[in-house]
């Protein structure tokens, strides 16, 4: 009796730690969006804890990018569900996620066009009260590369399929619109309407050139937040980021272009910026590195984000004058614009000409004319990449 006894006392403890074991809270997906220029996708999903992960390719039938979890709750948009779907964006057409076994979760990336994982990683918050946060790129590819990458995977060979190496990607701003308008000329002219005429000449003029990426912060007259068109950039992993506007001045026959990087002010104000938004950096994802290392590599980050934003603006300069497109003699100025305030991704802004000035407003304004700012505009971008030693592949 004492040995069933014992068995019974035995078999009740380890019911009741499994049932303790099942009770314990699930991590929670809240939820899975995503950030799109023409040819690359960024996922996020968000997470209450850092999630342990697996990615694969599936080319049977439709194509597929497949992420396979622990067991977790799903809890989308406030929305907890044992299965459910969404809408995707750029070349993911929509995504299906469900509990996959009594253990794991899966997420199906549905996608609209081949496309290859470039780069995955987890970036986890610095504060409390802020989601974990699984980032998965991906960018274009042919039927041909993504069998080839599907066959890999199945085969246990996934890291062939983040060897592509993905063009550098532009992000252009162009500045105010919607219910902003900006600076006005004195013919009614307004700035919103010239930024966005001459970004889109921009965004044409270097797709055209087969070596870059480009999005753009808005493609219509919408109004958009400051602090949204530089987490568009941050989420997209921007290699360079270039703020349009024109400028207005009382003296009517001010004229020329002048171009602005970020001032020791504005540096501070970035520091805080990063800590209030939680904005982490590529280098401080590798948790297996002490806290310590990880801040030095982000301060060497920062220095660099600035150093080449100087090296840009420092191009662009000559660019701008050898194009035949009127500076001012004092081009290169520092401010404190919010719209440079990225920690990790090069920026400048660029005050095209003066609205105010007929003829920086004719040049603006004509569609001949312009092109000999456009062509400025990509020929520093051209020096800038063909002089940058960085690995894009590897931000």
Known sequence: MGTVRAWIIFLLWALAGAAGASAEPLDRVTAVRFVSADDHTRVIIESSNELKYDIFSLSAGSQRIVIDLPRIRWSIDGLTAESGSGKGSGLVAGYRYAQNTASTSRLVLDLAAPALVTRDYVITPRSEGVNSRLVIDLDSTSDTAFVRAAEADRGGHKTEARKVVRKPLVVIDPGHGGKDPGASAPDGTQEKDITLAIALALRDELVATGRYDVALTRSTDTFIELEDRVTKARDLGADLFIALHADAGKDRDTRGASIYTLSPEGEKRAENLRHKNDW????????????????????????????????????????????????????????????????????????????????????????????????????????????????????
């Open 280 to 395: 982490v950096l590529a280098v401080e994802t590798d948790q297996t590195r002490p806290q310590e290392v990880n801040q030095i590599l982000a301060d060497l980050v920062t220095r660099e984000t600035k150093n080449q934003s100087a090296r840009f603006a420092q191009t662009l300069a000559p660019a701008l004058a050898d194009a035949g497109w009127p500076v001012l003699e004092n081009t290169l100025r520092k401010r404190g614009f919010y719209v440079l305030l990225s920690p990790d991704v090069p920026a400048i802004l660029l005050e095209m000409g003066f609205i105010t000035n007929a003829g920086d407003e004719a040049m603006m304004t004509s569609q001949t004319r312009r092109k000999k700012l456009v062509r400025g505009i990509r020929e520093a971008i051209d020096s800038f990449f063909d002089t940058e030693t960085r690995v894009l592949a590897q931000r």
